[in-house]
């Protein structure tokens, strides 16, 4: 990518980061870290790979994108609004009784963008799998791609899903883990022995790399589709760190639940150098 393309990636990034901030103070929204790690993964997403056209929201040829990690949802709704899928005041109602826009992705014939609902954890690369065996089935090209959470991959659904998909030669399929290494209550790899992941979704037959997800340039370049012929799917394991781009929010579990009061959304938007 060119430099002025990747400064315009960063901008988009600390955008919706601090679009995010201000989106919890003002409704009392969780999950923020789980929100600001997968940040440059989606302006990455919607800013440079996914081939998708805001005024044909249902085209059937349009890639997918599936929120597997549902609870980021924020995210979600405010990087949607920055591509254009409907206007950002729609998001003044967010959290507001009867309003789609709530902690998990709705069903997406209540919001255009939105490809499946999501929240239970594991259940968002079953669904992409199946989208994307449709897609064959059709004779359709289009892309599929989930964003999983480090601490979603303690499903077993998870694993059934990715041993099918290989077995099926899905290599239309990207997923994209949010490798943080926190979850709820504690460090992912206390919890359950994630680690080696890269090399757990090899074993599993995927095409398999590391990247900084943090590192827009290298995001891009794995992102980006290529024809392998291998038949085999796509895993990217995307090294991240919970609550990035605030640094009183950096690597503290805390803000997995926190809301931040009016003056750290004022420090936030500093340091991500967004004017109010």
């Known amino acids: 990518m060119m430099a002025a393309d990747l400064e315009q990636l960063d901008l988009q990034a600390r955008t919706l980061r601090a679009r995010l901030v201000a989106n919890s103070h003002r409704t009392g929204t969780p999950h923020l870290g789980s929100c600001l790690s997968c940040a440059d993964i989606l302006a990455a997403l919607y800013f440079h790979v996914l081939k998708i056209d ?161 590192d827009l340039g290298a995001l891009t370049a794995a992102l980006t589709p290529r024809e392998t012929g291998s038949g085999r799917p796509r895993a990217i394991i995307a090294h991240t760190v919970k609550g990035r781009g605030v640094s009183f929010m950096e690597d503290d579990n805390n803000w997995h639940y926190r809301i931040p009061n009016a003056e750290e959304v004022a420090a936030a938007r500093t340091e991500l150098r967004i004017p109010a």
Not at 127 to 146: E, F, K
Not at 190 to 200: F, N, S
């Open 54 to 214: 805001p005024k044909a929201p249902r085209d059937p040829e349009r890639d997918r994108f599936v929120l597997s990690k549902g609870h980021a949802a924020p995210a979600l709704f405010q990087i949607l609004a920055m591509k254009g899928f409907y206007p950002e005041e729609w998001l003044d109602h967010y959290g507001e009784d009867g309003s789609v826009f709530a902690e998990h992705p709705p069903i997406p014939e209540k919001l255009a963008g939105v490809e499946a609902a999501t929240g239970s954890l594991g259940h968002g690369l079953p669904l992409a799998l199946g989208m994307a065996l449709s897609a064959r089935i059709l004779g359709r090209n289009h892309r599929v791609y989930a964003l999983l959470g480090d601490g979603e991959c303690n499903e077993g659904s998870v694993w059934e899903a990715a041993l099918f998909a290989p077995a099926q030669k899905l290599d239309r399929v990207t997923v994209i883990v949010d490798y943080n290494k926190w979850q709820a209550t504690g460090r992912s790899d206390e919890i359950t022995a994630l680690g080696p992941l890269v090399d757990k979704w090899r074993a599993f037959g995927w095409d398999a790399v590391e990247v900084d997800g943090h």
